[in-house]
């Protein structure tokens, strides 16, 4: 990989990293609700999993959907449906006083396998591969820009978690706190427009 091809992969990585989607608003409200040490193990899931995701997109699964297109289409009808179930997890969050007993934040496998499931992700994953691996550099050149992803991720969304822990101390608890979630719910539903008007 050219030093100019790496350097626009790292743009690229960073700019839909930094960016809103399912991931980031996930965990703005996770940061709202639970605060940043019970939301690593979910940052951590993100990070890692969308690495591994994106290295498997780079040998393998790329081919896949080309053989099968059915397979992207039920894979958008699965994400659609869990990222409904999502927004209303998030629009009925309970709040701080009742978190410790009753709330808990994504764990590490549960946002590892998110991954799969996330339209925005998947995107990322897929337009990373095909425009930046070098054509014939198999599993190393998946490998690299894998890479380029896991660093360049997990600062990116650690920006999103601690905005939410500033939600937090700003909004306190009670309707401030639930017309937050259920805002922070609308706008993850919201990113679902996105694969209605495309494809």
Do not use: C
Not at 32 to 45: E, I
């Amino acid at each position: 990989m050219t030093q100019e091809l790496l350097f626009g992969l790292i743009g690229f990585a960073f700019a839909l990293s930094i960016t809103p989607g399912p991931n980031n608003l996930m965990l703005m409200a996770s940061g709202a609700n639970f605060g940043l040490r019970r939301t690593l193990p979910h940052m951590f899931g993100i990070s890692l999993g969308h690495g591994f995701m994106v290295f498997l997109m780079g040998i393998g699964l790329l081919e896949l959907f080309a053989i099968y297109p059915l397979a992207r289409t039920v894979l958008t009808g699965i994400t659609s449906v869990y990222l409904l179930w999502l927004a209303w997890k998030i629009a009925n969050a309970a709040p701080p006083s009742e978190t410790a007993a009753k709330g808990t934040p994504l764990t590490f496998l549960q946002a590892a396998a998110f991954q799969w499931v996330n339209p925005k992700a998947i995107y990322m994953a897929i337009a990373a591969q095909t425009n930046y691996a070098a054509e014939g550099s198999g599993w190393i050149g998946a490998g690299l820009v894998a890479l380029v992803f896991l660093t360049t991720n997990f600062p990116s969304i650690t920006v999103w978690a601690w905005l939410g822990v500033q939600m937090k101390r700003l909004l306190g608890t009670g309707t401030r706190l639930r017309a937050f979630n259920i805002t922070m719910a609308l706008l993850l539903v919201g990113t679902l427009i996105p694969i209605f008007l495309g494809d």
